[in-house]
């Protein structure tokens, strides 16, 4: 386990990558499916607390095994081993999530015990993966030391929070405080993610793969919002209602697809090796956009299906805010990691953030959801149209100025 090589040709995620990602999956639904029941409980503030927190809690996770998987994956026998135990934490963890987003809405404890076992199984597989390290790659000795240092000491903060009889000021308190470690936690143990064999291509892809586990919970949410309106038991019984959230949903879903793979992040990545760092927890927000899209729909069918006491507006909003969030910082990282402003971009996002504005004005003034939400579907397609049409040729005008200022140096 002496590193991988960066520049390896050919390099792509491995089938046991891809089996991890499946228990991600079950993590990503069931905090979706959690915060979409309380949204429609009118439970909104202890909602977003819960699912921002499951949210970083799975990406955090999920990131912190796939940097290190592409820096010294050997696939050996005893690194499979290691990696399933992971897959068997991340179980756990995900058995865990009910008990922490009622625990929240109850606003008495956070309830992390289940949560936190978990993460102590993922954890403690990831400081024997770092410890193969430091045995076997002096050139990364000192890495591995210092990632088995802090990883274990923000794990021992998590045990004391999930386990010890706090008072809830002291939890939230606590609970701040290790986030903050968690997201600093690279730069402390390497300097950043430069500080292994990372390879740019392998972690686009890895990334480009969990953007597209959490574009699922938006087909989830789909079918989850209208098979309930179907009604009969040939489920046959289509009305306008049924149709938009179809559309709106599978539309939606299709044109966030196509907004993400738009940016080439792993030739981005190629030549600013250095932003490694800003795209790993950039995404961050991202997914949690997407993945509160695909709750947004479940919602828009529950209220369709009068199972909720929530207003229209806030129904729409409940989607268009997580779809927005996730577009902007589409843009966000585009921006910061060619360190390049773009005027048509600026035009692009302000004609999205526009028109997902229009939705919730059409709602405030009573135009029927089925409306509100094929106008919110729209939202994706400015940037389709406009990547399409004349995005590309500025991208690759950006991306020739960075290939070349790299030659010059």
Same mark, same amino acid.
């Given at each position: ?8 040709? /050919? ?18 639904? !069931? ?36 940097? @290190?998987?592409?820096? @010294? ?9 290691? !990696?399933?135990?992971?897959? $068997?934490? $991340?179980?756990?963890? =995900? ?9 929240? =809405? ?17 954890? +403690? ?44 000021? +002291? ?7 290790? &986030? ?13 993610? &430069?500080? *292994? ?6 972690? =686009? ?24 309106? %179907? ?9 306008? #209602? ?8 599978? &539309?939606?879903?299709? /044109? ?8 080439? @992040? /792993? ?11 800003? @795209? ?8 949690? &956009? ?29 989607? =268009? ?13 585009? *921006?910061?990691? %060619?360190?390049?402003? #773009? ?14 504005? %229009? ?11 089925? $409306? ?5 579907? %729209?939202?994706?397609?400015? !940037? ?5 049409? $004349? ?9 020739? #100025? ?8």
């Amino acid at each position: 386990m002496v590193g991988r090589d960066p520049t390896e040709r /050919g390099r792509a995620a491995s089938p046991l990558e891809l089996l991890l990602d499946l228990t991600f999956v079950v993590a990503v639904g !069931t905090a979706s499916s959690q915060f979409a029941e309380m949204l429609a409980e009118n439970h909104i503030g202890p909602a977003i607390i819960a699912f921002v927190l499951a949210m970083f809690a799975i990406v955090v996770a999920w990131l912190s095994f796939s940097w @290190f998987a592409s820096a @010294f994956d050997t696939d050996d026998w005893l690194y499979r081993v290691l !990696t399933m135990l992971q897959m $068997v934490g $991340v179980v756990v963890f =995900a058995l865990g999530l009910p008990a922490m987003f009622h625990s929240v =809405a109850e606003g008495h404890r956070l309830e992390l015990r289940l949560m936190v076992i978990g993460y102590v199984v993922m954890r +403690a597989a990831m400081v024997l993966q770092w410890g193969r390290v430091a045995r076997q790659s002096p050139s990364f000795h000192g890495v591995a030391i210092a990632n088995i240092r802090w990883i274990s000491i923000v794990q021992i903060g998590w045990v004391i929070i999930g386990f010890a009889p706090l008072p809830i000021g +002291a939890v939230v308190v606590g609970v701040l405080a290790l &986030g903050l470690l968690e997201l600093w936690l690279p730069k402390l143990a390497q300097g950043g993610a &430069g500080g *292994t064999p990372w390879h740019p291509h392998h972690m =686009a892809e890895r990334y480009g793969l969990f953007a597209i586990i959490a574009l699922g919970e938006g087909v989830v949410g789909t079918v989850a919002s209208s098979s309930g309106l %179907l009604g009969g038991v040939d489920g046959m019984h289509w009305s306008v #209602d049924t149709a938009a959230v179809v559309v709106a949903g599978v &539309g939606l879903t299709f /044109g966030m697809w196509w907004v993400y793979f738009a940016t080439p @992040f /792993g030739e981005i990545l190629t030549y600013r090796r250095d932003r490694g760092y800003l @795209f790993g927890y950039g995404h961050l927000p991202l997914f949690i &956009g997407i993945a509160g899209a695909g709750a947004g729909l479940h919602v828009a069918g529950l209220y369709l299906e009068h199972h909720t006491n929530l207003d229209e507006l806030t129904v729409v909003l409940a989607l =268009a805010v997580p779809v927005g969030l996730y577009l902007s910082m589409v843009y966000l990282l585009h *921006t910061l990691l %060619l360190s390049a402003v #773009d005027r048509f971009h600026l035009l692009l996002i302000g004609l999205t953030l526009g028109v997902l504005v %229009l939705a919730g004005v059409l709602s405030a003034v009573g135009a029927d959801i089925a $409306v509100c939400l094929m106008v919110v579907m %729209l939202a994706p397609y400015v !940037t389709v149209v406009g990547f399409e049409t $004349v995005g590309h040729r500025h991208q690759r005008q950006m991306l020739a #100025d960075h290939r070349l200022g790299n030659g010059r140096k």
